[in-house]
């Protein structure tokens, strides 16, 4: 079958758009066992993600089963998760000044 | 399984034969360049360093100048110098020299200036030429390639497809008996602890922490977020939103063997099989440190189409984004986009990437080859020039 999206880990809490998705389209996947059926909130670009579950503010973003970041914001299912809610956790020397 | 190649005095193995025309300091550029374009069969290496920096960084320029005149894929070497730089020109070519490969110098400010340095160069290189192509590939085993590793202009596909894919390749040649190199450590940060767990022992696995947490401590000191530095500009427009996530994709690449030990940039591996080797991820110095770490090919995997090749060490490109590979048909060389979409297996994908890997180490022209795009080149310095 060929599938909208990617989802490597059925732990994930983003997938990979492999499509141009359109807002207001279900996206249907597969995870381990699990078929996904999620609403898409807003245009997906090939290549980009959106969560595939609510995901609170402050949450750990998991991609291949791991911690890729975290929530900057509250990202709604279907919606892009990208930089604009999505922060790293490595390589920010912009935090250690802050903090000084 | 073979390939064929061209056997070195000293028992490497060339997948191409070159002339080297090697530039030892910045100041040698020009003359170098002008040498290697008049000569067919002759390639120059450029670089920017040798002169005004810390003893560091010039035994660095020395020791890379060295492995790269020793690389298999360069059956003899010509050194150009200005004559006054901190590289020091005899080292290098006794080093070189050791080898058995014929080294020959020409100093620009002995040579009475720029005009008389080409002439003289390209005189010598000729003669040069004339001797490396008396010699005729000859069948190898895998166990003779050494195979360089690198992902560049990356997007969300590389992680998924085409970086999976390479590793099944790296397995491939570690099986074979052969060496694989990973490098790039700056995109081992925030997938270390994964990579950790394919150390041979404890110790080689905190030697590879150690250069992840020296590189992330340079960016941090820096006092700046390394987005946009690291995912670059062009990641984060293919999808990547953090450099957590682009490291948990690029370090695919090493495949499932175990590390066997981890050397500072550009140092040839004394052990064959899967190794880690320090280097940031830009592809001048990357390309450059795997030459000098002896790399006879290199797999080079892009989701945005990166053109980039290297002078003397054939740099295979492949995608698995489709859009990349119908739009960018001059620099790409292999598609894995069928991975993508689940009509090939990634063990599927990794045997036909071994194919056309041979075929290449044997002598077919890669896409940077054919276009000349490849004068991605430098040497990775630690201190300031002063």
């Known amino acids: 079958m060929k599938q909208d999206a990617i989802m490597i880990k059925a732990q994930d809490n983003v997938a990979t758009a492999l499509r141009d998705l359109d807002a207001g389209q279900i996206c249907r996947f597969v995870a381990g066992k699990k078929t996904f059926n999620v609403t898409i909130k807003e245009p997906i670009v090939y290549g980009h993600k959106f969560a595939v579950v609510e995901i609170p503010k402050g949450t750990d973003i998991i991609k291949y089963g791991e911690v890729m970041g975290r929530a900057t914001a509250h990202i709604p299912q279907g ?22 | 399984m073979e390939f064929l190649g061209y056997k070195r005095e000293d028992g490497g193995v060339g997948t191409r034969n ?14 170098a360049e002008k040498i290697a374009s008049q000569v ?4 120059a290496f450029l670089h920017h360093q040798g002169c005004c920096q810390t003893p560091v960084d010039i035994n660095r320029v020395n020791d890379v100048l060295i492995g790269l005149g020793k690389n298999p894929n360069l059956a003899t070497v010509l050194l150009v110098s200005l004559g006054c730089e901190s590289t020091n020109i005899h080292k290098v070519a006794d080093a070189i020299g050791a080898t058995g490969k014929r080294v020959e110098t020409v100093v620009i400010q002995e040579e009475g200036g720029a005009a008389k340095s080409v002439a003289q160069g390209i005189l010598l290189a000729q003669a040069m030429v004339t001797d490396a192509s008396k010699q005729k590939r000859v069948p190898f085993p895998l166990s003779e390639l050494v195979l360089g590793l690198k992902c560049g202009s990356s997007d969300t596909t590389s992680g998924l497809s085409s970086n999976p894919v390479v590793g099944i390749l790296s397995d491939l040649i570690v099986a074979a008996g052969g060496t694989s190199i990973v490098g790039e450590v700056t995109e081992f940060i925030g997938a270390e602890h994964l990579l950790a767990k394919h150390a041979k022992d404890e110790e080689t ?11 992330e401590n340079r960016a941090i000191q820096m006092g700046f977020d390394i987005r946009g530095g690291q995912p670059t500009g062009g990641n984060i427009k293919g999808g990547l939103s953090t450099i957590e996530e682009k490291s948990l994709g690029a370090i695919a690449k090493a495949g499932n063997a175990p590390f066997q030990a981890v050397y500072e ?43 980039q090749g290297f002078p003397f060490v054939p740099v295979i490109k492949l995608t698995g984004n489709e859009k990349t590979w119908k739009n960018l048909k001059d620099h790409m060389d292999f598609s894995v986009s069928s991975v993508m979409e689940g009509a090939e297996t990634f063990t599927e994908a990794g045997e036909r990437l071994l194919a ?24 990775y310095m630690v201190g300031p020039v002063i």
């Open chain 2, 356 to 379: 056309e890997l041979i075929d290449v180490a044997s002598g077919k022209r890669t896409k940077a080859e054919i276009s000349g795009y490849t004068s991605s080149m430098d040497i």
């Open chain 2, 40 to 43: 067919e069969g002759a390639t």
């Open chain 2, 205 to 215: 696995a905190r030697k590879m922490l150690f250069l992840v947490e020296r590189m």
């Open chain 2, 265 to 307: 940039y550009g140092v040839k591996p004394d052990v064959k099989g899967l190794v880690v080797m320090d280097s940031p991820g830009r592809e001048p110095e990357i390309l450059t440190g795997l030459a000098a770490a002896g790399a006879n090919v290199i797999a080079f995997t892009t989701g945005r189409g990166a053109p």
């Open chain 1, 79 to 100: 919606a892009h998760a990208h930089v604009q809610n999505i922060e790293s956790l490595r390589g920010r020397g912009d935090l250690g000044k802050k903090g000084a």
């Open chain 2, 18 to 31: 070159y002339v080297g025309i090697l530039s030892t300091v910045i100041c040698g550029n020009e003359v």
